[in-house]
């Protein structure tokens, strides 16, 4: 499965954002997908993740209240909806996307088998 992300920009802190994650060459409906993202000089960070099947939403607590994980099985896309950006959630943003990770695997970036190219996030403060 091929992933294109897109969406980023500059916000100023405060704002919103909604990045997007488009798969081509498989339907998502049984992939796993996550967000993470990696600001530099810091290790790739995990976001959200939204497990096939309606299994559940997860969220790092940096994020949690303001960042909303979604998919659309029709449009084969998932999203991100940023809301009460901080300067801190600046970064490149990446979607991944995994057929068989288990639940205790959502968050560890190695559990995921397909990453689309990144989108940039700048907030300004």
């Known amino acids: 499965v091929q992933l294109q992300a897109s969406g980023g920009g500059l916000v100023q802190a405060g704002g919103s954002l909604r990045l997007s994650c488009a798969a081509s060459?498989?339907?998502?409906?049984?992939?796993?997908l996550g967000w993470f993202r990696q600001a530099p000089g810091k290790e790739r960070e995990f976001v959200a993740a939204?497990?096939?099947?309606?299994?559940?939403?997860y969220y790092s607590d940096r994020v949690k209240g303001r960042f909303t994980i979604s998919r659309d099985n029709a449009e084969n896309t998932v999203y991100l909806r940023m809301s009460s950006l901080k300067p801190e959630d600046a970064a490149v943003y990446y979607c991944?996307?995994?057929?068989?990770?288990?639940?205790?695997?959502?968050?560890?970036?190695?559990?995921?088998?397909?990453w689309g190219q990144g989108t940039q996030v700048t907030v300004s403060s």
């Open positions: 991944a996307a995994d057929p068989s990770l288990i639940q205790s695997t959502v968050r560890s970036w190695t559990a995921y088998r397909y």
């Open positions: 060459g498989r339907t998502l409906n049984n992939y796993n």
């Open positions: 939204i497990r096939r099947s309606g299994l559940g939403t």
